[in-house]
């Protein structure tokens, strides 16, 4: 973590997304607030919010911002990310806070194209940052499933990674 991807929708007034990896509720029709559960249970307490900056019925673009905080053992839990491992196991406190835009493109009624930027601000006794920037080609043939393609490239000037897949 962070998810590097994001999408530019914003859940709507009253609706409610319950999943593993997020807990969200649409505050308003432009706001929406999470939480990560996977996170707690790997000891980095978490919250997120977006917001809608611009919505058309065939582009939307989100900003998004969250604050993890990894508390004493988060590198060595059971799963952790790239980051939270390279930050050193001092008493210090640990952050990082994402910062992104992200953009959806219906290119047609049932195939979608997201890019996101990010750039990640961690904390541990000194600052650092990193900026990525990700690619998802999504096709949904059926109502709640779709087939994705992502790249992501993360740390441009110090390569930190570069992903490439499919998932369903």
Same mark, same amino acid.
């Given at each position: 973590?962070?998810?590097?991807?994001?999408?530019?929708?914003?859940?709507?007034?009253?609706?409610?997304?319950?999943?593993?990896?997020?807990?969200?509720?649409?505050?308003?029709?432009?706001?929406?607030?999470?939480?990560?559960?996977?996170?707690?249970?790997?000891?980095?307490?978490?919250?997120?919010?977006?917001?809608?900056?611009?919505?058309?019925?065939?582009?939307?673009?989100?900003?998004?911002?969250?604050?993890?905080?990894?508390?004493?053992g988060a590198s060595d839990a059971f799963s952790t990310s790239?980051?939270?491992?390279?930050?050193?196991? !001092? @008493?210090? &406190?640990?952050? +990082?806070?994402?910062?992104?835009?992200?953009?959806?493109?219906? *290119?047609?009624?049932?195939? =979608?194209?997201?890019?996101?930027?990010?750039?990640?601000?961690?904390?541990? !006794? @000194?600052? &650092?940052?990193? +900026?990525?920037?990700?690619?998802?080609?999504?096709?949904?043939? *059926?109502?709640?499933?779709? =087939?994705?393609?992502?790249?992501?490239?993360?740390?441009?000037?110090?390569?930190?990674?570069?992903?490439?897949?499919?998932?369903?």
């Amino acid at each position: 973590f962070p998810l590097w991807e994001n999408t530019g929708v914003v859940l709507g007034h009253g609706r409610f997304a319950l999943a593993t990896n997020q807990v969200g509720a649409g505050m308003g029709d432009r706001v929406q607030i999470s939480v990560n559960p996977m996170r707690f249970a790997f000891r980095a307490p978490n919250f997120g919010m977006k917001a809608a900056l611009f919505s058309t019925p065939r582009v939307r673009i989100a900003a998004a911002a969250e604050l993890i905080w990894l508390l004493p053992g988060a590198s060595d839990a059971f799963s952790t990310s790239n980051i939270s491992s390279r930050m050193s196991e !001092g @008493r210090t &406190d640990k952050f +990082i806070a994402p910062l992104a835009i992200s953009s959806s493109f219906a *290119l047609a009624e049932r195939v =979608l194209l997201h890019a996101t930027l990010t750039g990640l601000v961690t904390y541990a !006794g @000194r600052p &650092d940052a990193w +900026i990525g920037l990700t690619g998802v080609c999504e096709w949904r043939p *059926l109502l709640h499933h779709s =087939l994705a393609l992502h790249v992501t490239e993360v740390g441009f000037w110090r390569h930190d990674f570069v992903q490439f897949g499919g998932s369903y």
